[in-house]
């Protein structure tokens, strides 16, 4: 018997069959090159009765090529793939597709040459030569990484190469990393740490299935508490896997992380070089490398000897992924760790309503961290009514605020204002005409960034220069800014503080690693009086002279339809307050709100977390939402908006009839163009019990469209 069948990663291709030729040996998890017409192609050797048949008769069998010097994907991870296809309603090969790295990994390790700058620059230099120079500072990678990062060709790098202004270094991408020391410095727990630490360790020496939902306030040590299990798997000879939702988050993490175990971690994330990516995928794979921090994307690693995850702020909406397979990664963690049989803590300060509501059904082992470590309280928080307390005309910061961001910069305190918005303005109009800035390729208006003079749009990237004239009607300077973004909060804290030293922090500020460490330096070395930042400051830091927190809009995140809204919006502020007076010195925050009545904002001011979550379980439980029943969307998109919409009829057309199932659409999606593409959108909701996946498929499998089509399912969706 030797015929194997194979997951190839072609979408249009379903498994294929193989010969394996006398001498080779293959099993489950192998992965082969093998031919495709005249062509190669890489596949992973699978289960064959877990696969639909082929009917190539085996006569017809071509043979395999060869097998790749790598392990087998473990068992776990593969019917975690499966399951992952199944429940996400995605093709088995592009779930599978995640977790290889590219045929450079698989194909070996060995060294790679990569070029840096040697600091010798001829007198003379063309304008891309200069361009790369000014760029390539402090990099070091691949000829065709370095053209990615100077926008220019790997032509005129290499001729960099041969006028020695580049350099070639060899990296041997099979080094090992530092091991971290399970006892470097260990810390001495607070009771209720000990009592939390002591179960998740019993668990992972147990070397079984346990979600865990460590929920403890802001600042009451989760970290600290989780390391202590992370300690007892290394110890145990496993490996661990620690899930970040933003990589701004890792520079603080990997200092923690070295300051108590004496190395960083791993990292994975999608930025990595390609050596880096090739060192950390293969170190894995061998099990050499102990412990990876990573993106959502780190979950699909083929680690041998997993014996623990943790997923880190678990609440956050970025470890859902939206677009390819459309997977929440919380929940992939849960499920990895039912294959892997070994501990899954899930770590928040506000939990997911869906995660709580596991604890309650006792799915989940719910371990409380009740107060701050250390003895720091938890901050007061005071509602600013808008109504009444209004700020000044043009303005945003309301004079409550105002006061007491002056009263922190007397006694040589920080403070964060937190807006949830980048850039300038969220809208930029013609004061002469009325023309508004839309961006070409999506349903949405251009924000204004002024910093970098541009007009940018948040969902595609699309950037045009501020123009010095109203592109319609052609009149100078009559631009005008309606509403505020993170910048110009800035600029008004410098109206109001002039001598205050403030730190815009946005995805477009933070935007490299070494840009987060800088700032997380700065801020804590005092070089920062205000922060101004989006959601990015909400997690995360610690920064122990921090005492006001500032909520410029806390009811912006409530308008427009969204399942989540109140819950977001709960979390986003809890989180941020939760960064005020995290050590000695008391905390304060204050919310600018227009709907003080509203439950959130109510629930935030009495810091009664269980009335918030209360009336929130009783709102999903009426509207059949998640955790109560299931919804799911299909997105059908094109470039073409009447194949778009054409297709959407099609699928509504033959939409199934059940009692338990509800479809509604098709209509526009809520961003009815986005990066070039028309998107439709039909919605299902269901029981709990129901079979929606099966609904779905079953209802789509006989549909054909157009090659411009795309049809996308979304099983449990984030955005309405
Ligand atoms: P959380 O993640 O729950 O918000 P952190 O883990 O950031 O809280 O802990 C808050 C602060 O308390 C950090 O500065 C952390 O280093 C410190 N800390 C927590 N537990 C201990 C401990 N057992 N010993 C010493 N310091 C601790
Ligand atoms: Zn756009």
């Not at 000879?237 to 520079?251: C, Y």
């Not at 297709?647 to 199934?656: D, E, F, H, S």
Request: proline content about 8%; hydrophobic content about 40%.
């Amino acid at each position: 018997m030797n015929r194997i069948r194979c997951l190839v990663f072609n979408a249009a291709l379903g498994p294929l069959d193989y010969r394996v030729p006398e001498g080779v040996e293959v099993e489950p998890g192998s992965v082969v090159v093998a031919p495709l017409g005249p062509r190669q192609i890489i596949g992973v050797v699978w289960e064959a009765e877990r696969l639909p048949a082929t009917e190539v008769p085996a006569n017809k069998l071509r043979p395999i090529l060869h097998v790749l010097p790598v392990p087998p994907l473990p068992a776990p991870l593969r019917r975690l793939i499966e399951w992952c296809a199944d429940y996400y309603v995605a093709p088995l090969a592009a779930v599978a597709r995640m977790a290889l790295s590219s045929s450079a990994a698989l194909r070996g390790g060995g060294t790679v040459t990569e070029y840096r700058l040697t600091g010798h620059e001829p007198a003379r230099l063309t304008p891309q030569r200069l361009q790369a120079i000014d760029l390539l500072h402090d990099q070091q990678a691949t000829i065709r990484e370095l053209a990615e990062i100077a926008g220019v060709s790997e032509g005129v790098l290499r001729g960099m190469v041969n006028t020695g202004i580049l350099e070639p270094v060899l990296v041997d991408s099979d080094r090992p990393y530092p091991e971290p020391d399970p006892h470097f410095a260990e810390h001495d727990l607070s009771p209720d740490q000990r009592g939390a630490a002591d179960r998740m360790v019993t668990a992972v020496k147990a070397h079984e299935f346990q979600p865990f939902l460590l929920d403890g306030v802001t600042g009451s040590g989760k970290t600290e508490t989780y390391f202590e299990a992370v300690s007892a798997a290394i110890e145990a000879g496993r490996q661990v896997l620690v899930l970040l939702p933003e990589i701004a988050l890792t520079q603080s993490f990997l200092k923690r992380f070295e300051a108590r175990f004496g190395v960083a971690p791993v990292s994975w994330h999608s930025s990595l070089k390609s050596s880096e990516r090739r060192r950390a995928w293969r170190q894995v794979a061998f099990g050499e490398a102990k412990v990876v921090v990573g993106a959502r994307s780190a979950l699909f690693l083929p680690f041998p000897r997993l014996g623990l995850i943790v997923v880190d702020e678990a609440h956050e909406i970025s470890f859902k992924q939206d677009d390819g397979v459309r997977y929440n990664a919380r929940d992939v963690a849960v499920m990895r760790g039912h294959f892997e049989k070994v501990p899954v803590i899930l770590a928040s300060a506000t939990p997911a309503l869906e995660s709580l509501q596991m604890a309650e059904a006792g799915r989940y082992e719910r371990l409380v961290l009740p107060a701050r470590f250390g003895g720091a309280s938890l901050p007061e928080i005071h509602i600013v009514d808008l109504r009444e307390k209004q700020p000044e005309r043009g303005r945003w910061i309301a004079p409550p605020l105002v006061e007491a961001l002056k009263e922190r910069l007397e006694r040589g305190e920080q403070s964060l204002l937190f807006l949830n918005r980048r850039g300038y303005a969220p809208l930029t109009l013609c004061r002469h005409c009325g023309f508004r800035f839309q961006c070409p390729n999506c349903s949405a208006w251009l924000v204004e960034h002024r910093l970098s003079r541009r007009l940018a749009c948040h969902h595609c990237g699309h950037e045009v220069p501020t123009p010095e004239r109203c592109p319609e009607c052609g009149e100078p300077d009559c631009l005008v800014a309606c509403g505020p973004g993170v910048e110009r909060i800035a600029d008004e804290v410098a109206e109001i503080v002039p001598e205050a030293r403030v730190a815009l922090v946005t995805s477009d500020t933070l935007t490299s690693p070494a840009k987060a460490a800088e700032f997380v330096e700065m801020a804590a070395n005092k070089a920062i009086d205000v922060i101004v930042g989006t959601q990015l400051v909400t997690k995360g830091y610690h920064f122990p002279d921090l005492t006001l927190v500032g909520v410029i809009d806390a009811d912006m995140g409530l308008e427009g339809g969204d399942l989540r809204a109140a819950e977001r919006t709960y979390q986003q502020i809890a989180q941020v307050a939760g960064r005020a007076g995290r050590a000695e010195k008391p905390g304060e925050v204050l919310i600018q709100t227009r709907h003080p009545e509203a439950a959130v904002i109510a629930a935030l001011a009495s810091g009664d977390r269980d009335a918030f979550y209360e009336a929130e379980t009783e709102a999903r439980r009426d509207a059949g939402a998640p955790p109560f029943g299931r919804w799911a969307a299909i997105i059908v998109s094109s470039e073409d908006e009447a194949e778009a919409k054409e297709a959407a009829r099609a699928i509504g057309g033959t939409r199934p009839d059940f009692n338990d199932v509800m479809i509604l659409g098709p209509a526009p999606a809520p961003l009815s163009l986005l990066r070039g593409r028309y998107r439709y959108r039909l919605l299902i909701n269901a029981r709990r019990s129901s079979e929606v996946q099966k609904v779905i498929r079953e209802w789509l499998e006989p549909l054909r469209f157009p090659p411009g089509v795309r049809v996308a399912v979304d099983i449990d969706p984030y955005s309405f």
